[in-house]
């Protein structure tokens, strides 16, 4: 009996000690990318080494294997996928799911040069003062093209202030979610695989308790750290 709990507790200690050493980063982490592997194909993120509090954090959980099988529970067409929610691994259908993840924060890191395009990370959060992130929740932007009247609109009702030209000029070519820029922070962008966010945002999805969770689970089935690649 003694020889068994002996055993048990050296394995608890190796565990330990395999989580503790999974979960630092490293220079060389910070330059790679992450591969995101979902049913519905493969998304390539490169993290801004601009926002290192966002970069290492993700960086940290991806290396702990915590999106592995987490669910984008929260899907709407020409705005954004969500995912990042503990709680949505195997839940049951019907669920409503997005208020999971780790107990502590980020804060916020807005950046002026990195904004809401189509193809971007950024940290999702609750209503709260400071705008910190949530720890573990991301969304990847799809948006729409916009007109320059539609942005003056932006400017004017949402984020009361002007866009910057370069911006603007992307918003109206490649399209985004201005109103969403210096209110959640963006730390990363897709560097291959936007096809996919595309194919995910097309998806049918809840008008129940469940809202915008797709109907059919698409699942991020692995996440890990790759070598950077000229895609």
């Known amino acids: 009996m003694k020889n068994i709990s002996l055993l048990l507790l050296t394995c608890v200690i190796a565990l330990q000690s395999l989580s503790q050493k999974d979960s630092t980063v490293t220079k060389r982490d ?11 194909g493969n ?3 490169r993290l801004s080494d601009s926002t290192p509090l966002h970069r290492d954090n993700f960086l ?9 099988g987490i669910l984008f529970h929260r899907v709407i067409q020409h705005f954004m996928i969500q995912s ?12 409503p799911l997005g208020e999971g993840g780790p107990n502590y924060v980020v804060p916020a890191e807005f950046r002026p040069t990195l904004f809401h395009k189509k193809g971007v990370i950024a940290a999702a959060r609750d ?5 910190a992130s949530s720890a573990s929740q991301f969304y990847l932007t799809q948006g729409k093209v916009f007109t320059e009247a539609g942005l003056d609109s932006v400017e004017t009702y949402r984020l009361k ?21 210096q209110n959640y922070t963006v730390f990363g962008e897709i ?8 194919k995910i945002a097309a998806v049918p999805t809840s008008k129940g308790k469940d809202k915008d969770r797709p109907l059919q689970d698409v699942a991020i089935i692995k996440a890990k750290l ?6």
């Open 191 to 198: 560097v291959k695989g936007l096809e996919v966010v595309d």
């Open 127 to 131: 209503n709260n003062p400071t705008k």
């Open 43 to 45: 998304i390539w993120v």
């Open 226 to 231: 790759v070598k950077r690649k000229k895609h």
């Open 60 to 68: 940290k959980l991806v290396k702990m294997h915590y999106y592995d």
């Open 84 to 95: 990042g929610d503990p709680d949505s691994r195997g839940a049951a259908p019907g669920t």
């Open 161 to 181: 202030r002007k866009i910057p030209a370069e911006q603007r000029k992307v918003y109206t070519t490649l399209g985004g979610v201005p109103h969403l820029d």
């Open 30 to 40: 910070r330059k790679k990318d992450v591969l995101l592997e979902t049913a519905m």
